[in-house]
């Protein structure tokens, strides 16, 4: 049976609850630096069982390392022989450099009904509207149609070694019989021009898929020396021409099914036609989410750090550049052997970090519950699946056979440019999407 309807203080605690509670996360400092440093997910933590706390329910923090903390509570739903579902969000969020951006990143502050804030977007937004979700079921006393497992993830932003993937090698037992997730990243709207008519169409975009990664290193070996002599083995030229030799690479497109149905899908609302070999054309169509679907259209491979030497005149005998690479389903041994081979023989490649890609359904019962949800919120929306070019929490999870989905609703509005706001300077969200997005996330939950 679907929850009742909440009533009209309901619906507006729910909503007002969902913006406080980002607003609050945003102002505790979680930036993760990678390599374990950074203030850690504690105090977050600490807060977010404070919250289920004060409705009745508790809540368990558990800890991979000292002050890096998830935290964890399943909800019985009145049929038990379902299958569980996961909502989880992440904890941490990346550094920012507060000289960069026109307000505190770390204040919280709104600005002409929009909040600023690192983690605005990813993804304290969204561990808002989750806290606000389960806070109402304990106030109104509903089960959920099924069993929920409501998860606040430590360390996404360094690959979930200290939070996710810990999790599932050490606490499996959270997650038994749970068949799907949902998480970041998707969810969010486009507006798209309808051929003829000339209305706005707004086309939510549910993340069925995304690209593996491999975080890697290319380690050259050569002949130390005195930075006088002539050296024919000198480790920054090898390393240099490994690295010029993968950049010059050009991957071929490739349009997975997520990519192809979401093209042809948006090209059907909008009367546009797309070119396979020169797709440039048609992605300003997409809007907020060009970026994310633009790096989705082939694999990728860019040098981000460099490390050599140690004195002005003196040859290395080693150096070292830092890789991401991002491959899609089905291309993770391809990229591998690729790079190894673009990389020379006296480079060694080393991978610190490899996350697995993702291909879900985008045409089961769930998902059908999905569209309905944005549906009841926005009449005449589209659902359409696409693919994500970064990486979430799903990953670690589908070891376990549970399918993830990047849900986290957002009405948006059209001129925003989203996907730079990832990671970005001025990271922000209009308060009124994420109040959007907790009803959204209501919906779902009375009918999933």
Known sequence: MPLSAPTQDELELLQDEAVQITRDLIRIDT???GGNKGPGEREAADYVAGRLREVGYEPEIMESEPGRASVVLRIPGEDRERGGLVIHGHLDVVPANAEDWSVDPFAAEVRDGVLYGRGAVDMKDMDGMILALVRHLARTGQKPPRDLVIVMF??????????????????????EGCTEAISEVGGYSITVPEKDTGRDVRAYLLQTAEKGYAWMRLRAHGRAGHGSVPNDENAIVRLSRAIAAIDAHEFPFEYIAS????????????????DEEDPAAFLPLLGGARQFVSGTLSDTANATTLRAGYKGNVIPQTAEAELDCRFLPGHQDELLALIDELSGPDVEMIVDTLGISLDAPDDTPFVAAMHRAILAEDPGAELLPYCLSGGTDNKQLAGLGITGYGFAPLQLPADLDFAPLFHGIDERVPVDAIRFGARVLLRLVSDC
Do not use: C, K, Y
């Open 154 to 175: 430590a360390d996404e932003e360094a690959g979930g070694v200290l939070g996710s993937r810990w999790m599932v090698a050490h606490r499996p037992e959270i997650f």
């Open 259 to 274: 990519v192809r149905t979401l093209f042809d899908r948006v090209g059907e609302i909008s009367g546009r036609d797309w």
């Open 31 to 33: 930036s993760n630096f």
